[in-house]
């Protein structure tokens, strides 16, 4: 399963503008040398970062965390949340996330020319502000080079089912 979407550009903005205004903090980043990224920069996971604790940031997520719930008709909960930004000549080595998750999300914080995420299935998406990207964790998927003068920015979620007792 691979779901291509649009999200109110109002979550964005607010996604954007905490990216934006912390991404400086050289404690919010984690070493790329452990990653699949390669020349960008790249959150530990914000879930645990004091930075993105403010309200604004929680809701917003929250929002789409319940998008995302909607599309995939399970209850499921974050697990890892982080930004990367891309810059000239980046790009992502093909990985799959199912050693620690269930599904992925990205959402691209804007519109870029270059950086497609592309997956091992041949499905290919270009980096549209707003648009998400759900899949199960299990596909192979990578991004490709970054061209300047674009720095692609994404934000990536992990999520794992929960049960829901009612």
Same mark, same amino acid.
């Given at each position: 399963m691979i779901y291509n979407g649009k999200i109110d550009s109002n979550i964005t903005d607010d996604i954007l503008s905490n990216w934006e205004h912390y991404k400086n903090n050289s404690l919010n980043l984690c070493d790329l040398s452990s990653t699949c990224? +390669?020349?960008g920069i790249q959150t $530990?996971?914000? &879930?645990?970062?004091?930075? +993105?604790q403010n309200n604004q940031f $929680?809701?917003? &997520?929250?929002?789409?965390l319940e998008i995302c719930k909607n599309i995939l008709k399970l209850n499921i909960s974050f697990h890892y949340v982080h930004f990367v930004e891309y810059f000239?000549?980046?790009y992502q080595s093909i990985h799959n996330h199912k050693h620690n998750e269930d599904f992925s999300l990205i959402l691209y914080l804007n519109?870029?020319?270059s950086g497609g995420t592309y997956f091992e299935s041949g499905n290919t998406f270009l980096p549209i502000k707003n648009n998400i990207v759900l899949f199960s964790s299990y596909h192979n998927h990578g991004a490709n080079y970054t061209i300047a003068p674009d720095n692609k920015k994404v934000l990536v979620c992990g999520f794992r089912r929960t049960l829901n007792y009612e």
């Open positions: 990224t +390669f020349n $530990k996971n914000v &879930l645990f970062l004091s930075d +993105f $929680k809701k917003s &997520l929250n929002k789409l000239a000549d980046g519109t870029c020319e």
